[in-house]
């Protein structure tokens, strides 16, 4: 079956340290976001793209970056991580136009 | 003003009653509304989409009113199972069809 795996599910890591969380999804999509989830906000958009070599900023973007080389791929890196990004994040992707939307587990990132 | 607003409860109901979550959002260009449910932490996953007509799904059944800019969730005969963060979701195809989510409603139903 189809499917979107992120891993790892769990990390802690320091202050200052660069991060991936990658984001795999086997739907051939095109379309893949980036979110993250805090109590009290709800689920923010970080990153986002619509196909290869295609990445968009979404409303909390910075500290973030993308890179989509590949349809199936769309890795997450925090380039020197901080307290406040300490956080569930959550990968999706979904097809053009109105489709469902798609979630991996989640990756919860705990920066010390 | 967020883009996407809820009540973010929590709604403590008992087995069986009806509830209804609200929701308002402001882009008046947004094209698409659904309502996902997350439950513990884990992934949202669709519940439902609205459309204008409004549309039901067995005991759920959803409303959309583009000129309050307003969505609804309908919830008949509440069961335990129901008890999840409800999410309105709201996306605009001018902006790429990007999904944007609301706070989340938490319903908790009791025996």
């Known amino acids: 079956d189809a499917e979107i795996t992120q891993s790892p599910r769990h990390k802690i890591t320091e202050t200052g340290r660069q991060v991936t969380l990658a984001c795999h999804q086997t739907?051939?999509?095109?379309?893949m976001f980036w979110y993250r989830q805090d109590l009290g906000h709800g689920l923010r958009l970080i990153h986002y793209?619509?196909?290869?070599?295609?990445?968009n900023k979404g409303e909390v973007s910075d500290g973030y970056s993308v890179s989509r080389s590949n349809t199936e791929d769309l890795p997450l890196t925090l380039e020197s991580a901080a307290s406040s990004q300490t956080s569930v994040y959550f990968c999706?992707?979904?097809?053009?136009?109105?489709?469902?939307?798609?979630f991996g587990e989640g990756s919860r990132l705990t920066v010390l | 003003r967020k883009e996407v607003e809820q009540d973010p409860g929590p709604f403590n109901v008992p087995e069986g009653a009806t509830v209804a979550f609200n929701c308002t959002y402001s882009n008046s260009a947004s094209q698409s509304f659904f309502w996902y449910r997350q439950d513990c932490r884990k992934e949202p996953k669709l519940l439902m989409s609205v459309y204008s007509s409004g549309n039901e799904d067995g005991r759920f059944t959803a409303q959309l009113n583009r000129a309050s800019q307003y969505i609804s969730l309908l919830i008949r005969d509440s069961k335990l199972s129901d008890s999840a963060t409800y999410l309105c979701v709201v996306g605009d195809y001018n902006q790429g069809g990007k999904l944007i989510f609301g706070q989340g409603t938490e319903l908790s139903v009791k025996p």
């Open positions: 793209s619509y196909g290869v070599q295609d990445t």
């Open positions: 999706a992707s979904k097809p053009g136009g109105t489709g469902e939307l798609f």
């Open positions: 739907w051939n999509h095109n379309n």
